[in-house]
């Protein structure tokens, strides 16, 4: 089935915030942020934008009406800076006009006079200063104090990896509309519609009952809009619940960029032992994750990193710690993988760390170490494989040893031009680790003319999950899909909703959708068995008939509809479901949290131009677990999305913070996001296709996630390439190789030279002060 969206999609009439008709009266806002990454604030100075034209009111932290606090997990957030700004781009003021021009004009008129403070931007400078958001967190499985003596091989590195802008297409946005009774309604571009509702409620002051908050769909979401949404729809809804009027924000693209936190960048230290069979049998591994100025989900992004610091490996003692450190960047945030991607690089580099060491091949080393049925997690779950399976099925895909073959024919022949080809295998944990979040509802109401509307906690934000919802119910009813219709995503209709994320909302919501339509379904076969006098157990559904013992009854889904209620019984359902069998002890760092695990297998191939440091990924092969798929088409398209950012993120996006936290690549022009130029010239994807039983949506595997790390292995592809050029050559586990890095790393001996020349551009560079229109810094 195709994406129910993809017509309206296509035709322009989808329906976004910004789409949303605005109610007469509508004012708009616009938000004066800190140009200092940390400070105290000596005077704020409104007066200007105050008087300036069309401005009805500018707000500041005195005017919350509830309390100034929007932190998740940790309340160390506040909406508006009080006394200190914690980051360049912190909120200050809000000002509110008749017009959007007026609003932006405005903010430009606001003084600030800031103390400085000393910046912090580097996560290993914040850990030594004890700046942690969180206590450490360790995992940690048999004991590798005493292993290293066992091992033949032992290397130690360190493996960084930068942070990456969401870029959704629908930038950060909401829009409050007053109701009778002190109603706020709350349109918000945000994965999780009750995050916002609490964190307006906190703010305002107003209980939960009193706000509305309704999602029609995403631009995008990516894990930006996960807690980030909150600001700007508390923002809305505090200025609406103060004048009562409707007020809008819709973030501009630098705005959004430049306020709003990303992928947390990680620096690492590995430390990895082999035996002489190349099993690995020690890992020691320290995270510092770059948390940005408050925790947002940070502690619970940093565990992430923990459960899939192994990747798909099995490694029998393994000791990981990870520290949350504070610094003066925008809170940093959940982003496609959640740590786990982080983790998983580290472990990836260690492995060609050793390989490099080794004079082998990567892929003898991680082939070896696959995870297999039976085994343990580090944090005590037992392994269900299709690593080998995903592996295996990858390498005879694209005939592994013929395209290293012909890797290395073509860089014997070729000078100027080097390919190289990595596998990257995957396994990625499907739950929120967090056990009580796995929980969704779904209302299901079938109309007496056969028409059916479904309502779920789940959001779509491109990734097709409504199609899926529909799906479920078209599927248990047996009716054709335009009788269904998916609500927008409404907490006055479901309460209490997980965040669409961590790649389970079409599991969780399609789980209780599930429970709603088949409560109904067995109220209308009881009903059907009444009036047929036939036993209940030999009613069928099947193509909008009633059949019996498999034969039509002449009675059809629109008759039986009909019946139902003539006899006063419910067409209407709420279901709710709840991921069964897991368990975490956050102490122990053991338990069973995932309900299962998604594996693959990716095999990346670039042409690497040695002169210009330039790169093409040629092609990636891959193998993926999906169970057994619901719906292909979409699911392809979240693997090919997935996989493309994940080799922005490894090969081209370039979050660049200067020392005093201001963020350089604050735009498209400074920030370079994967084109149609820069996608794999070839993505040949393969299902594995299995039937066996999880818990997934009619055994549909979760597939939002785990794609993206397919894209590190264009990280490693390019790595071999560096090296067939010059073998001296030993690149930085450090990502993003981006072209510039790529060529300082073919020609390491000439590296003093080049930045020599670099610093002297740095110097010029610091020579053209900055300065912020608004910001007197003293
Ligand atoms: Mo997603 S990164 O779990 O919002």
């Not at 809305?236 to 501009?252: E, G, M, N, W």
Request: aromatic share 8%.
């Amino acid at each position: 089935m195709k994406n129910i969206d993809s017509y309206t999609h296509t035709r322009g009439e989808s329906v976004y915030l910004d789409d949303i008709p605005v109610v007469a009266g509508t004012l708009y806002a616009a938000c004066f942020d800190s140009p200092v990454a940390h400070g105290k604030i000596i005077n704020l100075d409104l007066h200007a934008a105050e008087n300036s034209p069309g401005v009805v009111r500018v707000l500041t932290h005195k005017d919350i009406t509830g309390i100034n606090q929007i932190g998740g997990i940790i309340p160390d957030e506040e909406l508006f800076a009080e006394y200190h700004v914690h980051f360049c781009g912190m909120p200050v003021a809000l000002v509110i006009a008749e017009t959007e021009y007026q609003a932006r004009a405005a903010v430009k008129k606001i003084k600030i006079e800031i103390e400085p403070l000393p910046i912090i931007t580097d996560p290993r400078e914040a850990a030594e200063k004890g700046e942690l958001i969180v206590p450490p967190r360790t995992f940690k499985i048999g004991e590798c104090d005493t292993t290293w003596d066992q091992c033949d091989h032992i290397f130690v590195g360190r493996a960084d990896t930068n942070g990456q802008e969401h870029l959704y297409i629908e930038t950060q946005g909401a829009y409050a509309i007053p109701g009778e009774q002190g109603v706020v309604k709350i349109y918000s571009s945000t994965q999780s519609p009750t995050a916002v509702q609490r964190a307006v409620s906190k703010v305002t002051g107003l209980a939960m009952h009193l706000l509305e908050v309704d999602v029609t769909r995403l631009g995008g979401g990516f894990g930006g809009k996960e807690d980030q949404a909150n600001t700007w729809a508390a923002l809305c809804a505090l200025a609406t619940h103060i004048l009562k009027r409707p007020v809008k924000y819709s973030l501009s693209r630098m705005e959004d960029i430049r306020m709003t936190g990303k992928r947390h960048p990680y620096s690492s230290d590995f430390k990895i032992g082999l035996n002489k069979d190349l099993k690995i049998i020690a890992y020691e591994v320290t995270f510092y994750q770059n948390a940005g100025a408050s925790a947002d989900l940070s502690p619970a992004v940093l565990e992430r990193t923990l459960f899939h610091c192994t990747n798909t490996y099995f490694i029998p003692n393994v000791i990981a710690t990870a520290y949350s450190c504070r610094t003066n960047l925008p809170p940093n945030t959940a982003f496609r993988g959640f740590g786990g991607p982080q983790g998983m690089f580290v472990i990836e580099s260690a492995i060609a760390k050793a390989a490099d060491e080794l004079g082998i091949d990567a892929d003898i080393i991680q082939q070896r170490n696959l995870l297999q049925t039976g085994d343990e997690f580090l944090y005590g779950q037992k392994v269900v494989s299709e690593a080998g399976e995903c592996w295996n099925k990858a390498i005879s895909l694209c005939n592994l040893e013929a395209a290293k073959k012909e890797v290395a024919d073509f860089n014997l022949k070729n000078d100027q031009y080097k390919k190289g080809i990595s596998v990257m295998p995957i396994c990625f944990g499907i739950s929120f680790t967090n056990t009580l979040m796995n929980q969704a509802r779904a209302l299901v109401h079938v109309y007496t003319d056969g028409s059916v509307v479904v309502s779920t906690g789940a959001i779509e934000m491109g990734q097709g999950v409504n199609t899926k919802i529909l799906q479920v119910v078209a599927q248990v009813f047996s009716i054709d899909p335009s009788r269904v219709k998916v609500n927008s995503t409404n907490t006055y209709r479901i309460a209490n909703t997980s965040p669409s994320a961590a790649s389970a909302t079409a599991d969780l919501n399609g789980k209780a959708t599930l429970v709603a339509c088949s409560e109904i379904l067995s109220r209308l076969k009881k009903v059907a068995a009444d009036e047929l006098k036939v036993e209940e157990s030999v009613i069928e559904l099947k193509d909008e008939l009633v059949f019996t013992n498999g034969i039509k009854s002449g009675m059809n889904w629109e008759q039986l509809v009909l019946t139902t209620f003539a006899k006063r019984i419910s067409l209407s359902e709420h279901g709710h479901y709840t991921t069964p069998g897991i368990h975490f002890d956050k102490v122990a760092g053991k338990g069973h949290p995932f309900a299962y695990h998604v594996y693959g297998t990716a095999i990346t191939t670039v042409t690497v131009d040695c002169l210009r440091g330039i790169y093409e990924v040629d092609s990636v092969k891959l193998v993926h677990d999906f169970g057994s798929s619901m719906n292909r088409v979409i699911d392809i398209g979240q693997i090919e999305g997935g996989l493309v950012q994940g080799i922005g993120w490894m090969t081209l996006e370039e979050v660049v913070y200067d020392q005093e936290g201001r963020l350089r690549s604050n735009a498209l022009s400074t920030y370079k996001v994967p084109d149609i130029y820069s996608v794999p010239k070839e993505i040949v994807i393969e299902f594995l296709d299995t039937q066996k039983d999880n818990l997934a949506i009619f055994r549909s595997k979760a597939v939002g996630e785990p794609p993206l790390m397919y894209g590190i292995g264009a990280f490693f592809a390019l790595r071999n390439a560096i090296r067939s050029f010059n073998l001296l050559s030993k690149p930085a586990f450090d990502a993003p190789m981006t072209p510039e890095k790529l060529l300082l790393n073919l020609y390491p001996e000439k590296v003093d030279a080049i930045k020599r020349v670099a610093k002297s551009e740095e110097i010029r560079e610091t020579e053209m002060e900055y300065t912020s229109p608004a910001a007197k810094v003293i």
